[in-house]
Nanobody, 124 residues
Framework: QVQLVESGGALVQAGDSLRLSCAAS????????MAWFRQAPGKEREFVARISASGGITDYADSVKGRFTISRDNDKNTLYLQMNSLKPEDTANYYC?????????????????WGQGTQVTVSS
């Protein structure tokens, strides 16, 4: 089992930056590929970014590419999402997730562990 706790969500203005964190605990979280997803009210949960267990491979949704950066510190068992040039359409509840196999995917149902989410609101 892996436990995930997100933090860092806030109300910010368009153009601002924000860094989300996800603290992992439990059974060897450093071995798991991880990802960030987001869900806005009335919408399906969507992929934002993913990272391999080592941190050497990353992948981003087109909507955030060039603005967001996913990273991880396996010594601290923490996943990060640096978000720059935020837009109102980035407003959502952001979730971190981990999966207990090496394959990296963008589909939420393929992830085994989820945090409770942290709210990001971007005002125009």
């Amino acid at each position: 089992q892996v436990q995930l706790v997100e933090s860092g969500g806030a109300l910010v203005q368009a153009g601002d930056s924000l860094r989300l964190s996800c603290a992992a605990s439990g059974r060897t979280p450093y071995r798991y590929p991880m990802a960030w997803f987001r869900q806005a009210p009335g919408k399906e949960r969507e992929f934002v970014a993913r990272i391999s267990a080592s941190g050497g491979i990353t992948d981003y949704a087109d909507s955030v590419k060039g603005r967001f950066t996913i990273s991880r510190d396996n010594d601290k068992n923490t996943l990060y999402l640096q978000m720059n040039s935020l837009k109102p359409e980035d407003t959502a509840n952001y979730y971190c997730a981990a999966k207990n196999s090496a394959t990296m995917v963008r589909v939420p149902s393929e992830y085994d562990y989820w945090g409770q989410g942290t709210q990001v609101t971007v005002s125009s």
